[in-house]
């Protein structure tokens, strides 16, 4: 089955900088992957996702970067804020929006600092 | 948008009770939900998925006469915590391939005494 790594596991920044957060994943037919903030308690919401035929997609700070070659993926997110304080997460599946399960990464604490 | 409504949103048991989470599609027909566990600090662990009018197809590990799934209808899946013990405390969230993607529910928080 479908293996994602993330990395790193905590990040701390100062508001302004940026940040950016790394997944890879293991299975060749995964062609969506997502990322979503969770705050502490609630569920996770869709932040940004990215689908195998583009290679980057932007919206507003945040932008996600594909490799598909490399398999791998990345979260970058600019002028951070303290808002932006959260756990992210990156996920794979082989589609989005249908039964096909969505594997997850263990999760980023980021932090940023006022 | 799509939105899936679930509860309890909380809830408290006794050792050795069966506790019983909703997962309701409000405007959208999910044929299938996703149900994960997530314990305190720890990722969204795929426990099962459930298809309507089928049996439900659990995750290695993931003991199916403990963990009771039901999806009778388009709209409503269940999962039943069977004999819940402490180790059972969890943080349960179901989702649905709906909308842009996959809804979640607001999560249940299990918390077993």
Known sequence: GENVEQHPSTLSVQEGDSAVIKCTYSD???????????????????????????GE???????????????HFSLHI???????????FCAASPS??????????KGTLLTVNP | GAVVSQHPSWVICKSGTSVKIECRSLDFQATTMFWYRQFPKQSLMLMATSNEGSKATYEQGVEKDKFLINHASLTLST?????????????????????HGY????????TVV
Request: some cysteine; proline content about 5%.
């Open chain 1, 28 to 54: 060749s037919a995964s062609n969506y992957f997502p990322w979503y903030k969770q705050e502490l308690g609630k569920r996770p919401q869709l932040i940004i996702d990215i689908r195998s035929n583009v």
């Open chain 1, 57 to 71: 997609k932007k919206d507003q700070r945040i932008a996600v970067t594909l490799n598909k070659t490399a398999k």
């Open chain 1, 78 to 88: 600019t002028e951070t804020q303290p808002e932006d304080s959260a756990v992210y």
């Open chain 1, 96 to 105: 989005g929006g249908s039964n096909y399960k969505l594997t997850f990464g």
């Open chain 2, 79 to 99: 999962l039943t915590v069977t004999s819940a013990h402490p180790e059972d405390s969890s943080f349960y969230i179901c989702s649905a391939p709906g909308g």
């Open chain 2, 103 to 110: 809804t979640f529910g607001s999560g249940t928080r299990l």
